[in-house]
């Protein structure tokens, strides 16, 4: 009687373990080889308000590749669609990016986020990427020539994520999802276009709530990098002036006047000159003056066109509308705020510093 | 049932007979070593009323030694006194015929001076039996190289040459009642805590059994927790060890025809300690301990991780490393869990088989084992690369923790945690884990804590834990072993 009161009591012992840290003995089959993680979906529209979900099956083992696509209503329907039609099934824990593609990003994508926030299996670093073209038939058209093509790609957007390389936009589902949650601030993504010779970046992609309202590219790409993203270029070519800044780093600070009606955007940078092919002598401290109003005065132009398109596009990817936080005060409302900003006077202003790669106050001046 | 009754029956009766002896004398002795073709009566005649009985046993005896000291003063003797004549240093006088029969089977002879009715014993064991040589279960690089052998009396030697202090005491005991084995329990006056010595006293007097050959068999009955498998007593055939540990108040038992000497009380973390920690250089030992520590978390826990990521967790796997293992278990017939146990098996059958054989077919077996299991096993398809080198890792790893008694129970967790991982994941490991922790701090060797100095928690003995301090640092002893002088250094005056 004894030794059941005993055996008794472990068992009680055993059984509250799992559900006291609600863990169920009952697990789901996940044995590797048995399963396709998949690394990738890509999401584009669909016919009358449809989705369009393709990703590359098997996604890791080495056998032959192809493109599977299933048109449907929802997300997960198309998981479950997936495994009726392949003798693995699809898991989705692995994944590690989504392509969604620039009509269906116009449309809004809060519902798409929602679903992968709410799914424990799918990991919050995922990488959300916006691609503009037919995203299927260029994985068709790969799929002969490079076998590992999703896996490549996830490599250069963790490279380029890593330390803030500089180089392009890189957002995960976390950041995303906090720049669209949070007041006062709307999320931007990577845009890369699809061209004959591949996948090449294009610019970033700022959304208005949900919704991609425009996508900036070349110069105002990297401004956009230079005070926001990165903070740090490897390089920045200026054609205007035949020069590139290699290594720029910059600090941004940024004040806003009592009455919020105007704001100064004070950018100062951190350089050194890496290539020249102007006229110049920049040897001569007046003219490597003159060189560096000549950029100032360039790059406060452009930023201050680029700011002016998001006033125009009531976007605030820069998160200008914290500045009006203040102690003991309630914050104010975004509505309030992105009305307020529409009309805000904003002052751009560089200070570059380049640094001297030869001893530019030395004898050799007069030469 | 009533086959074995009658059996018991005719046993007892045996027993009865042997016990009604008791008169010491010749013949007494002449009977009862009747058939014994080693016994030995031989007569020495001095003078003619005066003759003198030698009682001995022929294969017990230095022979040599028999004729130097005894057979040769005694022709000549002329003395009354027959003390007198022998030239060995000790001769006990013997009161009755049990005393007689055990100074017998221990090596000594006995003399019978029969005008006088005395009954003496010299003894002259046969010192047959092996020279010091090299540690071959401890071995270092550095330091002392000789190691007990199964004499005690030359083991005592080799522990009081290091520890020349009238405060060593070594109490003899003797236990096994057909072994008769004899047990030295050494430990310091003064300093070793009082308490381990009568622990220990305590259970060897409670000891009833019939043959000892071994100090772990011993160990067997002085064990708190015979059911665990973990060793409770540290053997070992190191003198210096033995040294050290005595000197830090702890315990030693020598028991006779066995070159392993047992220390107690030690804890979970003596286990991972090697001789030559005390030998190199304090940063390198300790980072060789640490090492060893990993080592013992990676040989345990490894395998069980796999099978635990393999079953339950893909998506904790790096996804280079997934390709990999996707790749390399694609086409695998066995689930990750029997892959591994089988590896394991067979892992542990070539170990025991390297143990077992004679050295020189070793070799063959290393030939043999190396390619079945690195390369058959994974070209037949019975396991996969990935699991080929993580068995090797485990293994090699397992090896580094000094104590091969440890080294055993290594395997055994191994494979309890391998069972929770394929049940339960990432989480079966944790509660296997729990579970080995909450029995590694129910334990206890000669009723100290086994877990300290972790818990219970002594701050001042973490110098000499994970990492070996250095030895100008460790002024003080231990403080779990609770010794009765906790400094090392003389206190100025």
Known sequence: MRLHKKICKRLILLFMTFWLSGCAPFTENKLIEEISPVTFLSISKGDKGKLTVSTIMPPLSKEKKFVMSQEVSLLKEGVQKYNLNFYQEMKSGQMRMLVISDELGRDGIMSIINVLLTDPDISPRIYLVIVKGNFDEYLESQLDKDENFDYSFYRMLKHYEEKNQGELTVVNLHEFKNLLYTPYSDPFLPVFKLEEDGVNYEGTALFKDDKLVETISSLDDRIFQLINNDHYLVVLPIQKFEIVLGHVRSKVIVDIDSSYSTMTYTVNIDTRIEEYRGEKQLFDPKQLENMKKDIETHLEKQTHELVKKMQELKVDPLQLGIQTKRPFSKPMEEKKWIEMFEKMDIKIKYNINIDPLTDANSKRQNL | ?493
């Open chain 2, 1 to 493: 049932m009533y086959m074995f009754w009658k059996k018991k029956q005719i046993e007892n009766k045996l027993v009865a007979q042997s016990i009604t002896e008791s008169e010491l004398s010749i013949e007494a002795l002449k009977k009862s070593l009747v058939q014994m073709d080693d016994a030995e009566f031989v007569e020495i005649d001095i003078s003619v009323i005066r003759k003198i009985h030698l009682v001995y046993i022929r294969t017990l005896i230095d022979q040599e030694k028999l004729n130097e000291s005894i057979i040769k003063p005694l022709t000549k003797c002329s003395k009354p006194s027959i003390q007198d004549c022998i030239t060995n240093s000790s001769i006990i006088h013997i009161p009755n015929f049990i005393e007689a029969k055990k100074q017998l089977f221990s090596g000594s002879i006995l003399l019978f001076d029969s005008s006088q009715n005395l009954w003496l014993a010299v003894p002259l064991k046969n010192p047959i039996g092996r020279a010091i040589e090299t540690s071959e279960t401890e071995t270092i690089m550095f330091g002392a190289k000789d190691s007990f052998s199964e004499q005690v009396e030359q083991n005592i030697t080799l522990i009081r040459r290091r520890l020349p202090i009238h405060e060593l005491k070594a109490e003899k005991f003797t236990v096994g009642s057909m072994s008769e084995t004899s047990v030295v329990l050494m430990y310091i006056e003064g300093l070793t805590n009082p308490d381990f010595v009568s622990t220990v006293k305590e259970k060897i007097s409670e000891i009833n059994f019939d043959l000892f050959f071994d100090s772990s068999q011993v160990a067997a009955f002085l064990e708190d927790h015979q059911n665990s498998i973990f060793p409770q007593f540290q053997q070992t055939d190191r003198p210096d060890v033995v040294a050290y540990s005595l000197g830090l108040g702890k315990i030693t038992l020598l028991v006779d025809n066995t070159p392993f000497a047992l220390v107690a009380p030690i804890t979970f973390f003596h286990l991972f300690q090697s001789p030559e920690d005390y030998i190199n250089r304090w940063v390198v030992a300790s980072f060789l301990r640490i090492i060893r520590y990993v080592c013992f978390l990676l040989s345990v826990s490894l395998i069980p991780i796999y099978v635990a990521l393999t079953t339950h967790h893909y998506q904790m796997i790096p996804i280079q490393t997934l390709l990999v293992l996707v790749d390399s278990r694609s086409k695998l017939p066995f689930t990750p869990f029997w892959e591994a146990f089988i590896m394991l098996i067979f892992i542990e059958i070539i170990k025991e088989a390297s143990l077992r054989m004679p050295t020189k077919t070793s070799q063959t077996l290393g030939v043999i084992g190396g390619i079945v299991i690195g390369q058959a096993a994974v070209e037949a398809g019975f396991a996969s690369n990935v699991l080929i080198v993580m068995v090797g890792i485990s293994t090699i790893a397992s090896f580094l923790i000094p104590n091969y008694l440890m080294t055993k129970a290594n395997s055994l967790m191994q494979l309890m945690l391998l069972v929770f991982s394929s049940l339960l994941g990432i989480i079966g490991i944790a509660l296997g884990s729990i579970a080995i922790l909450a029995h590694l701090n129910s334990l206890s060797s000669i009723k100290q804590p086994y877990f300290s100095p972790v818990s219970p928690f002594f701050r001042k003995d973490w110098i000499d834990l994970f990492i070996r301090g250095p030895l100008t640092k460790m002024l003080e002893r231990p403080e779990h072993l609770k010794p009765l002088k906790l400094k090392r250094y003389k206190t100025r005056r």
